[in-house]
């Protein structure tokens, strides 16, 4: 039989009695909003009355949520293709709904933020009760009040962005997880656990590793009552990761793939060229660092009060040892936090934004943290333990009402920099850019929802398809544009040279973009004391496109009838053929340019050892001339060449003048013994330095 669930001797009706006469989580929700009008205040005293966003993102779901209430389903622009851009699918639905009942304006900002303040003034009231009913009242009274009083979640959470809900779905599936387990009939927790995981990816991993809770108590009681009425409530807690696959379907089918844009652009997985294991174990352990650090609370972030890590592991043991009834959820409820932070850890935001992605989370870690100062107290004497504890905790609090007042100032400045760059250019291009026109962006948020004109996402959130080409290179992501459309091209540029997303510096360079540009926005806002600015740039610029020599770089550079094309920097030829870059050490990056040469531009990449690719079309037996645009390094100007592993022979390419130079390379008829041989450049001495340096443009083979 499933063990005794309550952690006093109160019987569960005494409980919910004293719950509904309990002032205290009203008075924590209350100082929870309360606090959260004061980062308003700073919101409007920074931008002389005027409610403004702190990210350029919170525009994205405001930009999604009317297109919704507008009938263009999660269409970026009006006419475009359905895209998964929104990081919270859920949250835009809910943006949407506001919009239809007429959020408008100045009004729907008011409600983004307003919403998100409720969603965590009642989860820190939850908060409370979750600490109580697991553990004992002087633990939910200190979670309560330290998730109330916390800066980063203040700031996630008046930010408009979806922290406040996901916040709340988190701490309400939980305690909607542990009122249902004692009796082991769970009909309200799928249904919270389903808003969950429908609310970030994250919390779809979160609900998920809930829902195993579930099944472990269902499982006792199959051993205890029989099988007999357990297969319906085992099918019912698969309703969260229905709706999670619902929502991979949606995009699957709306899209054309099951990943989200935002993980296309942001995931460690895909956000260079080649992926290297070893690169991305590095990174993804890094940003880990980095929020561990964060939460142990001896960084200068002031995200936790120091030590909070180091108490909420202590807790973790001490509630799995003692608290022996609720050891599923206790375990549960660890092992989705450090499976949701090594997930976010895989993301190269993971550490942006003051960690918003990781901030709905924080309930639970303060949870474990003050249970621990609470199982720390039981080892002293009866007489000491309520003063040790309280005065401890107290001190806690101190340290993060302290840093509260930190928090609201940067709240204020951080929305006076998106007024001064994001939101001024969108009024420059409400106001100056021709109507029709498109722009094409980086940050993609406010100038679509104030900017008036059609946006393409340079960074491929908005814009489906860009993404992988972004993360390839200048060079890549010039030819995803250019094969647009003409009609769909973008017609100016409003970005800057910083990461994220490449540098538009080359653009500018070959003539695809004017090089004086027609308005100029340098940040004026303030930094921190540290130095940082809530935006990655210091200057944006809008120049007016020409893509009059768009596809200038395809023309064949010899004379001859071609039989295949292997556009290099083009994701699309380089699919089609299978190329490889062969780059000569680990973790080296073949990094796509955009260059010109006369009245030519052409895409390449920038190669340090070879490459390989599957030619097509060719007819066994007869030789085949290879003419390649490349521009060599003079260290190493000869290559060696094989077909189908077989040698054939030594390519040398002396360097030249220009941007590039043409080379041509024939291989005798008898090696090509299919109509698609695999044909291989590789460096002359394989493992030693110097490697081959050069930039590669394309390939036309011809026989």
Not at 307 to 313: E, K, P, S
């Amino acid at each position: 039989m499933l063990e005794p669930l309550n952690a006093t001797r109160e019987t569960s009706t005494d409980r919910r009695r004293a719950t509904r006469r309990d002032p205290v989580p009203w008075l924590i929700g209350g100082l929870a909003l309360l606090l959260g009008l004061v980062f308003v205040g700073s919101d409007l005293a920074f931008n002389e009355g005027k409610l403004l966003a702190p990210l350029d993102d919170v525009y994205i779901h405001l930009q999604y949520g009317r297109q919704i209430g507008l009938g263009e389903f999660f269409r970026f622009n009006t006419g475009d293709p359905v895209s998964a851009g929104a990081s919270s699918f859920l949250y835009a639905l809910v943006l949407g709904l506001a919009w239809t009942i007429g959020a408008h304006g100045s009004a729907f900002l008011a409600f983004a933020m307003g919403f998100n303040m409720l969603c965590f003034s009642l989860g820190a009231a939850l908060t409370h009760l979750l600490g109580t009913r697991l553990v004992a009242r002087p633990v939910g009274l200190w979670s309560g009040l330290l998730v109330a009083c916390s800066g980063p979640l203040l700031w996630g959470t008046t930010s408009g962005m979806e922290v406040g809900v996901v916040l709340l779905l988190v701490v309400a599936s939980t305690l909607v997880l542990v009122h249902e387990l004692p009796g082991g009939r769970f009909r309200l927790f799928p249904v919270v656990a389903t808003l969950l995981a429908l609310v970030r990816p994250e919390g779809l991993i979160f609900a998920g590793v809930l829902v195993l809770a579930s099944w472990v108590v269902l499982w006792r009681q199959r051993r205890t009552t029989g099988t007999g009425r357990t297969w319906a409530r085992w099918l019912w807690t698969l309703l969260p990761a229905l709706a999670g696959l619902g929502q991979l379907l949606f995009y699957r089918i709306a899209t054309g793939t099951a990943s989200a844009n935002g993980i296309q652009a942001k995931s460690l997985l895909h956000d260079r060229p080649v992926f290297y294991l070893s690169d991305f174990l590095d990174r993804a352990v890094a940003n880990l660092r980095g929020v561990l650090g964060a939460f142990l609370g001896f960084t200068n972030g002031d995200f936790a009060f120091p030590g909070t890590l180091l108490l909420a592991f202590g807790g973790l043991v001490y509630l799995v040892l003692i608290r022996r009834a609720w050891r599923p959820v206790f375990v549960a409820l660890a092992a989705g936090l450090v499976l949701v932070l090594v997930s976010v850890s895989t993301l190269n935001t993971a550490l942006v934004h003051n960690m918003r992605y990781q901030q709905p989370f924080l309930p639970i870690l303060l949870l474990f943290a003050v249970s621990g100062a609470y199982g720390m107290s039981r080892v002293v004497s009866p007489r000491l333990r309520r003063p040790v504890l309280h005065g401890g905790l107290a001190v806690a609090l101190v340290f993060t009402l302290v840093a509260v007042p930190t928090w609201a100032i940067r709240f204020g400045r951080d929305t006076a920099t998106i007024r001064d760059t994001d939101v001024s250019v969108a009024e420059w291009v409400a106001g100056n850019v021709p109507p029709g026109a498109s722009v094409a962006v980086k940050d993609v948020g406010a100038v679509a929802y104030f900017g008036e004109h059609h946006v393409v996402d340079l960074i491929g959130l908005g814009t489906n398809g860009l993404a992988a080409a972004a993360n390839n290179g200048i060079g890549s992501l010039y030819e995803a544009l250019r094969r647009l459309p003409p009609a769909q091209r973008p017609d100016y540029f409003a970005t800057y040279d910083t990461v994220p997303g490449p540098s538009i510096a080359q653009l500018r360079q070959v003539g695809i973009l004017e090089a004086e540009p027609l308005q100029t926005f340098e940040v004026q806002t303030p930094p921190d004391l540290a130095g940082n600015l809530i935006v990655p740039f210091k200057e944006l610029g809008v120049y007016r496109a020409d893509w009059r020599l768009a596809g200038s770089g395809d023309a064949q550079p010899v004379p001859g009838q071609p039989r295949d094309y292997v556009n290099v920097g083009d994701l699309v030829s380089e699919g089609e053929h299978a190329y490889r870059p062969e780059m000569a050490q680990v973790n080296m990056q073949p990094v796509s340019i955009v260059s010109r040469a006369g009245d030519v531009v052409d895409s390449g990449r920038t190669i340090l050892g070879g490459e390989s690719f599957t030619a097509r079309n060719l007819t066994p037996g007869r030789p085949l001339t290879i003419t390649a645009r490349t521009a060599m390094d003079k260290v190493v100007p000869d290559m060696e060449v094989l077909v189908d592993g077989r040698p054939a022979g030594t390519w040398v390419r002396q360097p030249a003048a220009g941007a590039w130079a043409t080379y041509t390379y024939t291989i005798p008829g008898n090696l090509i013994t299919s109509a698609s041989p695999r044909i291989e450049l590789r460096q002359p001495r394989p493992l030693l330095n110097p490697y081959p340096v050069y930039n590669s443009y394309g390939y036309w083979l011809s026989q």
